[in-house]
């Protein structure tokens, strides 16, 4: 069997480039934690 490790992988900055990689990234068995700040995470506040 294979020994899978799980990894905890930070997206710093969630625009269109972070956003989508981490869309990607989330279909995997990982943690995945999206950092934004200023306009962008007003509208994803506001959003989602």
Known sequence: MFN???????IYG????GGFIGTFLLKT?????FL?????????EKNG
């Open 4 to 10: 899978q490790r799980l990894v905890k992988i930070l």
């Open 14 to 17: 969630t625009g269109g480039i």
């Open 29 to 33: 068995n990982h943690e995945i934690f």
């Open 36 to 44: 934004s700040r200023g306009k962008t995470l007003k509208k994803l």
